[in-house]
């Protein structure tokens, strides 16, 4: 059974930091692209970050970028998101997305930035 399991969500202040992890169980993680995903209400589900399988190649979104870090640690089949200088136009729920064959996605984790 695929999983794909967000945590690291919540609220925090404008120019803070938090750090989202994803736990993936039931296929081969090492393989997989993975990628964050977010989505504010009223909002299209937009990409915020995304690396290879191997960890080599990240790519970021326009407004995150030199604020935000994905990576990823395969022998814990977990994928990252570091973000700091956060700012409210950041709040939304943050989604996990795996993609190879096949496109899994997790339950997503809300991320509030508010003073």
């Known amino acids: 059974q695929v999983q794909l399991v967000e945590s690291g969500g919540g609220l925090v202040q404008p120019g803070g930091s938090l750090r989202l992890s994803c736990a993936a169980s039931?296929?081969?993680?090492?393989?997989?692209?993975m990628s964050w995903y977010r989505q504010a209400p009223g909002k299209e589900r937009e990409l915020v970050a995304h690396i290879t399988g191997g960890g080599g190649i990240t790519n970021y979104a326009d407004s995150v970028k030199g604020r935000f870090t994905i990576s990823r640690d395969n022998a814990k089949n977990t994928v990252y998101l570091q973000m700091n200088s956060l700012k409210p136009e950041d709040t939304a729920v943050y989604y996990c997305?795996?993609?190879?064959?096949?496109?899994?996605w997790g339950q997503g984790t809300q991320v509030t930035v508010s003073s």
């Open positions: 997305n795996a993609e190879r064959w096949a496109v899994y």
């Open positions: 039931g296929f081969t993680f090492s393989i997989y692209a």
